[in-house]
């Protein structure tokens, strides 16, 4: 599946105001499924020591309930750019919510540990999914003078999914007088917390018939008068008949895009594959998704009271906002790069102060009160940095970095090992924190060192490139 749309054809104007709204409730509706991507995955953190007391496991086995959803992810992610080039990004989309929706309702009311594990890694199957057709079909569909903004809806959808379900978990806690096994509407309140997705599965069903199929996929379909309707609608008065002739010339070189197309160099992918998948692991190996997956564990670990743990895993999430909107601002302006490596310097110091804080004993089962503020306010600043920067920029550098011949396997390959690399580190967070925290947080804070020389050598600005200069 191609993952971007060409620039308007030469003399063409950029999208008006009037058309412009209309391409920002497509991006917003499609981003839908970045929202369900950001709530499936940060749900779970609310039921973590209740699956915990429930099924009577350790923190190994814990963890495989936890991260086997970034399985599914994985294939799904692989996966989604075939069948949307079969089927279509639409059809795609619907085919992910249908999916949602039937994790939700299964992971809500599971028999045992086996099914409730085989409930998430079909909503995993739908986060793969979704995490790759929405940038994709958002860039597909933005003209091009907007296409980083209009991009970076996806990490912000994410990122306010994140935070909903953080919220909602907060009250569902509070319904259920703080105790996550409490009974709530006959069920657990852990139940309830991951059944609430239906709500936000049957939206993003009903919102994707009101948007238009990609332009790109119409014309590889032989719909073109099709295609031409929806290019009027985004871009506005343009020349469509040299927009379809300059889409169809982009498309034939991607045609025969695949797995082997990738292969070459010394290392078996070529050298811009690597660099994709680098950025995606890297995005990853920093330990993000721990603050989002463990992060009312981590903070009742070091003698947090479970409410106020679950209020810290909301103001995260605010936080984590907030640095996407910076992104989502500067992004167009001051560059791809620069974003990243700004991230890069303030990842490492929130990690190094958050290491530093959990290397103190639990006195009376709490850190020191002068660590424990050192730990709170370091994790919402690492937090605040790598939204302001990997969590925008490696999905938009992801839609544009790689040539037009082989963008849909790259990226495809590029987010399944995003989603390999994020099982890596959620498997193995429990384990390793028993162990030692405080050494677990220097590995990540490593990993944030490293990406800086990684950028600066590797990787290149894609700010205001045409997507046929990329390669």
């Not at 839908?32 to 039921?47: H, K, Q, R, T, W």
């Not at 909503?123 to 597909?140: N, R, W």
């Amino acid at each position: 599946m191609t993952s971007t749309t060409q620039p308007p054809a030469s003399g063409a104007r950029t999208a008006h105001p009037e058309h412009l709204a209309h391409v920002v409730f497509i991006a917003a509706a499609a981003a839908m499924g970045g929202f369900l991507f950001g709530y499936d995955s940060a749900v779970i953190n609310g039921a973590v020591e209740a699956i915990r007391g429930r099924y009577d496991i350790g923190s190994a086995a814990l963890a495989q309930v936890i991260a086997v959803a970034l399985i599914g992810c994985a294939i799904g992610a692989a996966t989604a750019g075939r069948i949307a080039d079969r089927i279509g990004r639409i059809r795609c989309m619907q085919i992910a919510s249908v999916l949602f929706t039937i994790s939700a309702v299964g992971s809500a009311l599971p028999f045992a540990l086996w099914d409730l594990a085989f409930w998430r890694i079909i909503g995993g199957f739908a986060i793969g999914m979704a995490s790759v057709i929405g940038p994709a079909y958002i860039a597909e569909v933005a003209p091009a003078a907007y296409r980083g903004r209009l991009g970076s809806f996806q990490q912000a959808a994410i990122v306010i999914g994140i935070a909903i379900s953080q919220l909602v978990n907060w009250g569902i806690l509070n319904a259920a007088g703080g105790d996550q096994r409490g009974k709530l509407m006959g069920l657990e309140a852990w139940q309830v917390m991951l059944g609430v997705m239906v709500i936000p599965a049957v939206l993003y069903g009903l919102l994707s018939f009101a948007i238009p199929e990609s332009p790109r996929f119409l014309i590889s379909a032989g719909r073109d008068a099709r295609a031409r309707e929806v290019l009027k609608e985004v871009e506005g008065d343009i020349d469509l008949d040299a927009r379809v002739a300059e889409i169809e010339h982009a498309m034939r070189s991607e045609e025969k895009s695949s797995f082997k197309d990738l292969l070459g160099g010394s290392f078996f992918f070529k050298p811009i594959v690597w660099v994709g998948i680098g950025l995606s692991v890297f995005q990853q190996f920093v330990g993000i998704n721990v603050a989002f997956y463990y992060s009312s564990t981590l903070w009742q670990s070091v003698g947090v009271d479970p409410t106020d743990s679950f209020f810290y895993s909301f103001t995260t999430s605010i936080i984590n906002i907030i640095g996407t909107v910076i992104a989502m601002i500067f992004v167009d302006r001051i560059g791809r790069r620069p974003l990243a490596l700004i991230g890069s310097v303030g990842m490492a110091i929130g990690l190094a102060l958050e290491a530093w804080a959990f290397s103190y004993d639990l006195v009376d089962g709490k850190l020191p009160a002068t660590q424990g503020w050192v730990a709170l306010v370091a994790a919402h600043v690492f937090v605040l940095f790598f939204a302001l920067s990997w969590g925008v920029v490696v999905w938009v550098f992801l839609g544009e970095m790689f040539p037009n011949r082989i963008r849909a396997a790259a990226l495809g390959v590029a987010a399944a090992a995003q989603w390999i690399a994020n099982w890596a580190i959620t498997a193995s967070f429990p384990s390793l924190a028993d162990w030692n925290l405080s050494a677990t947080y220097v590995i990540y804070t490593v990993f944030a060192a490293l990406s800086i020389p990684f950028v600066l050598k590797y990787v290149k600005e894609t700010k205001g490139k045409a997507l046929e200069e990329m390669g």
